[in-house]
C-alpha cells in the first residue's frame, strides 16, 4: 500500500476508532445504567464501566472493520500508539511512584464539573486499543477456526464469547478498584485549625482538657493532609464510643469527637496518633 494510502486509512481508521466507538457505546452504557451500574456516583463520576464498554465496542469495531476491509488490518492495528503513549507512561509511573495523598485517579475519576482526563485521554484511548486489538486479532481468528474446524459463525460467536468473558471480568476487577479507591479517598482529611492540631500518642491527653506544655505532643499543620483511621469519643474526661456520642444543650460542655489518623504529608508523613476532629475538613 502506497504511503499516502497508509496515512489515509490511518486517519480514517482514528475516526472509526474514537469518535465512532465512543457514540456507538452510550446506548450500551445507558443501559448498563438501567441495571444499577451508572458512572454518576456524586460527587465523583467513575468511568471504569464506561471505559470497558469502549474497549470492547472497540474490539468488535476493528473485528468488524478487518473484516470487510482486510486491507486496513496493516494500518488499523497501530490506532492505539499515539493515545497510549500519552497516559500509559503516567499510569506507570503512578504505581512505581505513589502520590502520598490517595488522590482518585484523574484517569477513571471524574469530578462534577471536570472529567478532562476521562473524557480526552481514557475513553478515546480505550476505544482506539480496542479497536488495533480488534482488527489484528481478524487473521488470529481465522487460522484458530480453521484449526479447530469452526464455520464461520461458529467462529464468530465463540469470539463474542470471549469479548463477553473478558468485558465482565474486567467489570468485577473494576468495581474492586473504584470500592477500594473511594473508600480511602473518603479517609482523607485536612488540617484547617490555625496554625495547627496537636497530635498525640494516648487519646486520654485530649480528653478532658488540652495537653499541658509539659505533655508529649507534636503539631501538625494547617493544611497538612491526613488520614483517619480510627475515631473515637470524649465525654467529660473518659473515653467513650462513636455512638454515645450525643448534642448537648446549648450552653452546656458536651461530649465531642477524637480521630486517630496518619500524616500524609510535610515533615510528619508517616506519623500516627490522636487529634481533635474539630480541626479537620472532610473531602
Known amino acids: 500500500m502506497p504511503l499516502l ?18 457514540i456507538a457505546s452510550q446506548p450500551i452504557v445507558t443501559a448498563l445504567s438501567l441495571f444499577g ?5 456524586q460527587p465523583w463520576e467513575f468511568a471504569g ?3 470497558i464498554v469502549s474497549l470492547v465496542t472497540g474490539v468488535l469495531a476493528g473485528r468488524l472493520t478487518g473484516a470487510r476491509a482486510p486491507h486496513m488490518v496493516s494500518t488499523g492495528r497501530w490506532i492505539w ?5 500519552l497516559i500509559v507512561p503516567d499510569i506507570l ?13 484523574e484517569y477513571l475519576f471524574a469530578s ?14 480505550c476505544s482506539a486499543i480496542g479497536y488495533s486489538l480488534g482488527i489484528s486479532l481478524t487473521s488470529i481468528r481465522r487460522r484458530l477456526s480453521r484449526i479447530a474446524g469452526l464455520t464461520t459463525l461458529e467462529g464468530e460467536l465463540l469470539f463474542g ?4 468473558a473478558a468485558g465482565a471480568a474486567l467489570f468485577v476487577v473494576l468495581h474492586g478498584f473504584e470500592q477500594r479507591s473511594i473508600e480511602r479517598w473518603k479517609r482523607v482529611r485536612s488540617v484547617i485549625d490555625e496554625p495547627g492540631l496537636q497530635i498525640v500518642a494516648d487519646p486520654n491527653l485530649l480528653c478532658g482538657k488540652q495537653p499541658e506544655a509539659r505533655a508529649p505532643f507534636l503539631l501538625v499543620p494547617s493544611g497538612t493532609y491526613v488520614e483517619s483511621i480510627e475515631r473515637r469519643g470524649c465525654s467529660g474526661d473518659r473515653l467513650i464510643g462513636v455512638e454515645a456520642v450525643t448534642p448537648s444543650p446549648v450552653g452546656l460542655p458536651g461530649a465531642y469527637l477524637l480521630d486517630r489518623v496518619r500524616v500524609l504529608d510535610g515533615p510528619n508523613t508517616g506519623l500516627e496518633g490522636w487529634v481533635l476532629e474539630y480541626g479537620l475538613l472532610e473531602h
Do not use: D, N
Request: with cysteine; glycine share 6%.
Open 49 to 51: 464501566f464506561e471505559a
Open 112 to 125: 462534577q464539573g471536570e472529567g478532562l482526563g476521562v473524557y480526552l485521554l481514557t475513553l478515546p484511548a
Open 93 to 105: 509511573r503512578e504505581q512505581i511512584h505513589p502520590k502520598p495523598v490517595p488522590w482518585l485517579s
Open 37 to 41: 451500574l451508572s458512572t454518576k456516583r
Open 161 to 164: 464469547s470471549v469479548c463477553f
Open 81 to 85: 500508539l499515539p493515545l497510549a503513549t
Open 5 to 22: 494510502a497508509k496515512v489515509w486509512s490511518f486517519f480514517l481508521q482514528l475516526l472509526i476508532a474514537i469518535p465512532g466507538v465512543m
